[in-house]
């Protein structure tokens, strides 16, 4: 079938070796996750012939793993958002985005999706999301009820709140607790399985196909251990997700303090799309870059304390979202990390597996527990209470809803990397894009039939320091439609060969 | 001459469009700068025949702006590390150098680097290099004299002095200010002449040549404005340089924080040698990563200061290398970074473009000049001035020869990224390479005939945190030849289709 020596998914199998084709579409789909599912939807409701391939048994991906939040908002708020009183602006969430992603921003695709993701909601509606018109108004990494809005970023924290007018943007579905994934995934593969659109499960993408000019026609997959060129005549999507469940790959592209020591996500997330992606030219961009957190709340009670370093300095507002909070604790030198904080404040956060580094009824008996410097401590708190208790933060701007003095008893939770507590992460890098899902060569250059989105791609999230819950989710689905009706809509190619 | 549209770095000519060879060589090297150089000797010094390919008018390259300070050591010392009375070991500027690196250690180039930095000493000198045994003693960003050695790095400040004896590894050559660059590299140009290797100058390197399954043939240049297709029966050396004289490419890869205000290199290093590499399959790795620094020294005075940020607080141990500095600044929240520094001991850095901040008799005085808050800088100030006048540093561990309060008067010069402050820069991030030089594909298969070393390949050097100078020169000489002596001892390519 091929004159090509070894299959590998960075070597495209050449378009003038395959002999013959044995499935033919319009639209190839790599990964049944949110992203793979939403492109499905769209590309058959544009009128392409679609086949979808999952190597798992069943849909899902790591969307089903997720909370399924979306972040969504602007253009005068979501049905949710006004309902609880908010009037979302376009220019206070793109201003918000930007921010948040500050060196890594992707103008065009924030100001894309901050322009369509209040329609990006409507479009889940239709699809038979359930969202109350309800706010979750607690400090947590996610909704405990089904409620549905919540402030799932830094909207309210410095410097982001000078930035841009605070808006809850989270949108969590009707079903309590951690349920949200499971639910989404279902509700979309029913609208996948609806449509005429060809699904196989436990299938393998091999590689691409592809002429010499790296222009894609189809893929190579294994289906029942056999090989099989399948003839994509208007794309390909590569919907596989991102890398963190591949040790090799992250040894070799993300620095080690970036890789926390629980991945999130699903087995399949090998990079496999990435792989493929580079293999016919795709450029890879910020694959050094991840997701990591300290999930450190709830309970928000521990909000009211203050982070400090080895050196007994604080480093950050202790009120930001706790992805930010693991971003800059890994900037930190020295070993040690501690969340000081009142006894009467201090709740075991579920998430962390945390250690109580030290109590003490004084800062002497504390810092002497902990092993910091006495001084260097009494006067991190007496500075900061001296403030707290004026309402103010002079160093790191804390929002005063989070001010008060840190009375004894204090206790101290030990936070260091290292220690045993959990950096829960998962990658931000991958294909370059453009807001369409086309992919990028080196050169700046389109690759003809060549689509990725969500964690195959570069997205809209790219750094655990402007993370918001709900961007991946929500930049997967959103820009999974967008791949899908732009592939959809290309002309048939014909490879130069027939 | 080839069916192929457009010809790109990104998009290599495949071999089977190639009608006939222009020029045949067993090794075609791109790039005659350092790394380019050591290559052509040592392929021409195994029987290979050599073709070498620059863009400019003249060989020169990146090394020829730098100082050529070489870092060397390990195994007894250098010819001039013993005369100078310092007895090197592998194991010291092995675990000297896994520790500067970090995160992001490349431990077999490391190693190998280690093992044989003695013999590239001797090699350099058997090419002409002239090393007085002599030590350059004063702390500085290059040896001002025709002295040899010196302390380039961070090996006498903590946490490195913990983990390895200190040895200074910076080779300097017999000449009289920053004027090694260009004697290095007539030197070894000279030697390149006297060899029967052919230069090519004013010649732009446009693509490579591949087969289907990205093997390397030879690659495509153009001469006096036309096109030519060298065959290169052993292979292609990718010795072009880095990418920082690129804006495109800075842009896409490179977070802003890592990119400076002034790029080091020549006009040449736009990363064609990078993206020609990518286009056959090569993976790219730490893309973002940059050498960037501050060199706030000379005056080595000014090292008994203190830095401090936005919060006024200090964040580091004075006593590292520059560029070890401005990687923690950069990694400070809040806008604004000073040294403060006692009145007598500050001159002005001549390297820097700095403005004085404010001076003060108190630091009442000194902060209100420079906007910081009084109480936290008078802290930072006591609590350092202190443990100094005990010649300790809990807090950072800075070197008890740099250790002395800061009395009054006082000056704070501004160091603020953005101010106007220089913070040269080049990149680190390239082609992942086997230490043999050979590139590697993102499967981690060898791409036959494919080569990279200098800043167009991922070396030694990885991160400014853990800079020095000499790593990045070494790394490219060093790592040029062992590409050079690899490559000739390869069995000559037949293209499938002959």
């Given at each position: 079938?091929?004159?090509?020596?070894?299959?590998?998914?960075t070597?495209?199998?050449?378009?003038?070796?395959?002999?013959?084709?044995?499935l033919?579409?319009?639209?190839?789909i790599v990964?049944?996750?949110g992203?793979?599912?939403?492109?499905?939807?769209?590309?058959?409701d544009?009128?392409a012939?679609?086949?979808?391939?999952e190597?798992?048994?069943?849909?899902g991906?790591?969307?089903?793993?997720?909370?399924?939040?979306?972040?969504?908002?602007?253009?005068?708020?979501?049905?949710v958002?006004?309902?609880?009183g908010?009037?979302?602006?376009?220019?206070?969430?793109?201003?918000?985005?930007?921010a948040?992603q500050?060196d890594?921003?992707?103008e065009?695709?924030?100001?894309?999706?901050?322009?369509?993701s209040?329609?990006?909601?409507?479009w889940?509606?239709r699809?038979?999301a359930?969202?109350?018109?309800?706010?979750?108004?607690?400090?947590?990494?996610?909704?405990?009820?089904?409620?549905?809005?919540?402030?799932?970023g830094?909207?309210?924290?410095?410097p982001?709140?000078?930035?841009?007018?605070?808006?809850?943007?989270?949108?969590n579905?009707?079903?309590?607790?951690?349920?949200?994934?499971?639910?989404?995934?279902?509700?979309?593969?029913?609208n996948?399985?609806s449509?005429s659109?060809?699904?196989?499960?436990?299938v393998?993408?091999?590689t691409?196909?592809?002429?010499?000019?790296?222009?894609?026609?189809?893929?190579?997959?294994?289906?029942?251990?056999?090989e099989?060129?399948?003839r994509?005549?208007?794309?390909v999507i590569?919907c596989a997700?991102?890398?963190g469940?591949?040790p090799?790959?992250?040894?070799?592209?993300?620095p080690?303090?970036?890789?926390?020591?629980?991945?999130?996500?699903?087995?399949?997330?090998?990079?496999?799309?990435?792989?493929?992606g580079?293999?016919?030219?795709?450029?890879?961009?910020?694959?050094?870059?991840?997701?990591i957190?300290?999930?450190?709340?709830?309970?928000e009670?521990?909000?009211?304390?203050?982070?400090?370093?080895?050196?007994?300095?604080?480093?950050?507002?202790?009120?930001?979202?706790?992805a930010?909070m693991?971003?800059h604790?890994?900037k930190?030198?020295?070993?040690?990390?501690?969340?000081?904080?009142?006894?009467d404040?201090?709740?075991?956060p579920?998430?962390?597996?945390?250690?109580?580094?030290?109590?003490?009824?004084?800062?002497?008996e504390?810092?002497?527990?902990?092993?910091?410097?006495?001084?260097?401590?009494?006067?991190?708190?007496?500075?900061?209470?001296?403030?707290?208790?004026?309402?103010?933060?002079p160093?790191?701007?804390?929002?005063?809803a989070?001010?008060?003095?840190?009375?004894?008893?204090?206790?101290?939770?030990?936070?260091?990397?290292g220690?045993?507590?959990?950096y829960?992460f998962?990658?931000?890098?991958?294909?370059?894009?453009?807001?369409?899902g086309?992919?990028?060569s080196?050169?700046?250059?389109?690759?003809?039939?060549?689509?990725?989105?969500g964690?195959?791609a570069?997205?809209?999230?790219?750094?655990?320091?402007?993370?918001?819950?709900?961007?991946?989710v929500?930049?997967?689905?959103?820009?999974?439609?967008?791949?899908?009706k732009?592939?959809?809509?290309?002309?048939?190619?014909?490879?130069?060969?027939?």
């Open positions: 079938m091929s004159t090509t020596a070894k299959l590998s998914p070597r495209p199998r050449r378009v003038h070796n395959v002999t013959h084709w044995d033919e579409t319009d639209v190839a990964g049944f996750g992203a793979g599912a939403c492109a499905a939807i769209e590309a058959a544009a009128g012939k679609v086949c979808v391939f190597v798992s048994a069943a849909s991906g790591s969307t089903a793993l997720s909370s399924a939040e979306v972040y969504m908002g602007g253009s005068g708020g979501t049905r958002q006004k309902a609880c908010y009037e979302d602006t376009t220019e206070d969430m793109f201003n918000f985005l930007m948040a500050g890594l921003a992707d065009e695709k924030i100001r894309m999706y901050c322009e369509n209040v329609d990006h909601f409507d889940l509606v699809m038979g359930k969202y109350k018109n309800s706010e979750y108004k607690k400090r947590n990494i996610m909704a405990r009820t089904d409620d549905c809005l919540l402030y799932t830094n909207e309210k924290s410095h982001f709140r000078e930035l841009a007018k605070p808006c809850p943007r989270g949108h579905l009707e079903i309590e607790g951690d349920n949200g994934g499971p639910m989404l995934m279902d509700l979309l593969t029913r996948v399985e449509r659109v060809r699904v196989e499960y436990n393998r993408a091999l691409l196909i592809a002429d010499d000019d790296n222009a894609v026609h189809g893929l190579v997959v294994r289906i029942d251990g056999e099989r060129n399948v994509a005549r208007k794309g590569l997700g991102g890398f469940m591949n090799k790959m992250l040894e070799r592209h993300v080690k303090h970036n890789i926390g020591n629980v991945p999130i996500g699903n087995p399949g997330d090998t990079g496999t799309g990435i792989l493929m580079q293999g016919v030219g795709g450029a890879l961009i910020h694959m050094g870059e991840t997701f957190t300290l999930p450190f709340y709830p309970p009670s521990l909000t009211f304390g203050i982070f400090v370093n080895a050196q007994a300095q604080r480093f950050i507002n202790e009120d930001i979202y706790h930010r693991a971003h604790i890994l930190q030198v020295g070993q040690g990390i501690y969340l000081i904080v009142n006894h404040d201090y709740k075991r579920p998430f962390l597996n945390a250690d109580i580094a030290g109590t003490g009824e004084t800062i002497e504390l810092a002497q527990e902990i092993g910091l410097d006495v001084d260097m401590l009494r006067h991190t708190v007496d500075f900061y209470n001296q403030h707290a208790a004026k309402n103010e933060d160093a790191f701007h804390k929002h005063e989070w001010l008060k003095p840190i009375e004894p008893p204090y206790a101290a939770l030990d936070c260091t990397p220690s045993g507590v959990l829960p998962f990658t931000l890098g991958g294909l370059d894009t453009l807001p369409t086309e992919v990028l080196m050169g700046k250059d389109v690759i003809p039939g060549l689509y990725a989105a964690r195959t570069c997205g809209i999230p790219r750094t655990a320091g402007g993370y918001g819950s709900g961007m991946s929500g930049d997967a689905t959103y820009f999974g439609r967008v791949a899908g732009q592939v959809a809509n290309r002309e048939c190619a014909k490879p130069a060969q027939e």
